[in-house]
C-alpha cells in the first residue's frame, strides 16, 4: 500500500461529495460537499493542496453491465479537467451503487435522504475511496484507471 492523502470524489450534475484519507490509506472521512460549477475545480484544486495530497480518485458512474450511463461523461469530463488543473495523478474508480449506498446508510441511521442529499455526495466520496483503497491493499496496485499523468498548471 502506498503511503499519502488521497482524496475521493463523487461527481454529480448539482453537486460534488468530497473525501479524503490519512497518510496509511487506512480510513476515508468526508470533507465537503461542493456546489457544481465554475469554481468547481479550482476548490477541488485547493483541497489537493490543503491536504497535501497524492492522488484523486474520481468515481465513474457505470451501469451494473458496466457500460457508460448518462453519467459517465460527465464523471470523465470533470476528471479530465481536474487532471489538467493538479500536479498529482487522477484516477477513475468504478462507482457503481456508491450514492445507493450512501443513501442505504443515511436511511439507517435514522435521516431523511431528502433532508441529507449534501451529506449522501460527501458519503458516497467516501464510499468510492474507500473501496479504492481496500482495492489497492488487497491487490497490491493502485484502482483504477490514470486519466492524465500530472497534467499540471
Known sequence: ????????????????????????????????????????????????????????????????????TASTADARA???????????PVRLV???LSTVSAQRALHQSGRSVKASRPIIDQVAAVIILQNALD??????RPPGTVVNQHGGR
Not at 470533470?78 to 498529482?88: F, R, T
Open 1 to 68: 500500500m502506498r503511503s499519502g492523502v488521497r482524496l475521493g470524489v463523487d461527481a454529480g450534475k448539482a453537486r460534488v461529495g468530497v473525501a479524503v484519507c490519512d497518510r496509511d490509506g487506512l480510513l476515508a472521512t468526508p470533507v465537503a460537499t461542493l456546489r457544481r460549477g465554475d469554481g468547481t475545480i479550482g476548490e477541488l484544486r485547493e483541497l489537493v493542496a490543503e491536504h497535501g495530497v497524492i492522488e484523486v480518485v474520481v468515481g465513474l458512474p457505470l451501469s451494473m453491465r458496466g457500460d457508460d
Open 135 to 140: 482495492f489497492e491493499r488487497s491487490a497490491g
Open 94 to 96: 468504478d462507482e457503481r
Open 78 to 88: 470533470l476528471a479530465e479537467e481536474l487532471a489538467a488543473a493538479v500536479d498529482v
